[in-house]
Every structure is written in structure tokens, then in C-alpha cells.
């Protein structure tokens, strides 16, 4: 089974080569697919030297910072594009083990899994080094989820799972609108309504120990207020498998 793992970047110097050669390490083969918004920190130099030395590493770069949403569609299609079994989404900033990623893809490969979602709150809260206010911002958004939509899914918000490419196949007949973390949410609503397995992987997250954090107040109010329209919608949609 072939594997990649998408990884958006902006301003990401600090963090980027240790990433990729953490999974390039692991005992499971990894393809990498950082998608690049312009860091004008030079994040995306360091990733052409790095091509030179891992032949798993790829690069998609863009014009501007365009958000989340969009460069996480950007890599699906070349991923899809290029026929890969495993479709994974993963920060660069070490919030998301890397080891962890060999346990995305035993949930999907050996459990049967169509989405597993590395998850902060399955097992109670696994997050280390966040202020108690965002630790609560997350958590509760996730509740909030799960009473507008109805899904059993913990960690609504979570960015790092791995899709089977049917799955991808299948979401992108269906108009995703959120461009922020309201994205993440809409992914898996989609999923969940088209009736695929998901399962929750228990991770611990931790903060970032390099470079700045891109969340805002306006990524969790895109998400506040898109997750009514997006139940709204379902309501009138019909949610069909190729």
C-alpha cells in the first residue's frame, strides 16, 4: 500500500527538515507532499535542498498564503492524481508525532478503517502545553460539534488522519466550502455521512516548541458559523458513493 503524507507549510523553516526526515525514518514507508504558501522565510528552499538527498520528498508551491482548506484540496488532487492507497494530513510542527502516523495506517490497512483520525480526546484530553483557554476553545468546539451535526466523532477538529483514497475520490463530488479549520470538520461530516468507517487513534498532542502559531479567533469563528450551514445543507443533499 502506498503512502503520503500531506504537509501545508508557512513560515516553517525552523521545523521543516527535522519533519521530514522523521518520517522518512520510520518503519513504514512514507511519501512526503509539502504544499508551500510562499514562506517568505524561505521554507520552501530548504525543501528543494532536501529533494536532492530523499527521493520520497515532493513540493507544490503557491503563490500566497491561501489557506488550510485549499492547500489541503491541492495535495488531494495530486496525491489522487498520482494513485497513492494512503492520503494522510499532518502540521509540520511536531504537534503531531510522526510515530503516530505508522498507527494511522494500521488502523486503516489491518482494522479496515476508511478514516482514522489522530485523536486529542477519545481518551479523555491529551493535549500538553496549551493554555487551558485554547485547550477548552478545542474541546468545546468539538462538543459542538457533535450536538449540531449528530456525529459520534470526539475530535471533530482534529488535522491529522489518513484517508482512504476512495474516500477522497468520493468527498470531492461534494463542494467543501470551509477554507480554514472549519475545513477539517467538513471532511469528516462528509465522510461520516457517506457512511465510512472512522475510527479515532488516541495521540497526545503538543504544542509546538518552534516557530508561531497560525490559529485565530477568526479560524474558530468560520467554524462556529459554518457548522449550522453545513448540517443545513445536508439537510437537502444526497450523499452518494461512486
Request: charged share 25%; aromatic share 12%; net charge positive.
Amino acid at each position: 500500500m502506498s503512502n503520503i503524507v500531506i504537509i501545508p507549510t508557512y513560515k516553517e523553516r525552523e521545523n521543516i527538515e527535522a519533519i521530514i526526515k522523521a518520517i522518512s525514518s520510520l518503519n513504514v514507508s512514507f511519501d512526503i507532499l509539502v504544499i508551500d504558501d510562499n514562506s517568505p522565510d524561505g521554507t520552501a528552499s530548504i525543501v528543494k535542498e532536501l529533494q536532492k538527498s530523499f527521493s520520497n520528498l515532493n513540493l507544490v508551491e503557491r503563490s500566497g498564503k491561501l489557506g488550510l482548506g485549499t492547500a489541503y484540496t491541492t495535495g488531494f488532487k495530486w496525491a489522487l492524481d498520482k494513485g497513492y492507497d494512503f492520503i494522510y494530513e499532518m502540521d509540520a510542527d511536531f504537534s503531531h508525532d510522526p510515530l503516530d502516523l505508522v498507527r494511522l495506517f494500521n488502523a486503516c490497512n489491518d482494522q479496515g478503517a476508511d478514516v482514522a483520525i489522530g485523536s486529542r480526546y477519545i481518551s479523555g484530553v491529551n493535549v500538553v502545553d496549551w493554555p487551558l483557554s485554547r485547550v477548552l476553545m478545542s474541546y468545546c468546539a468539538s462538543i459542538y460539534v457533535r450536538i449540531i451535526t449528530g456525529m459520534k466523532i470526539m475530535d471533530t477538529t482534529a488535522g491529522f488522519v489518513c484517508y482512504r483514497k476512495e474516500v477522497l475520490e468520493n468527498i470531492k463530488r461534494v463542494h467543501i466550502r470551509s477554507k480554514g479549520y472549519g475545513f477539517q470538520i467538513e471532511m469528516k461530516f462528509v465522510a461520516w455521512k457517506l457512511g465510512y468507517k472512522i475510527i479515532e487513534i488516541p495521540i497526545i498532542f503538543t504544542d509546538r516548541k518552534l516557530g508561531s502559531s497560525k490559529m485565530s479567533g477568526g479560524i474558530f469563528s468560520e467554524a462556529f458559523i459554518g457548522v449550522p450551514r453545513m448540517k443545513a445543507k445536508s439537510l437537502f443533499s444526497k450523499y452518494r458513493r461512486n
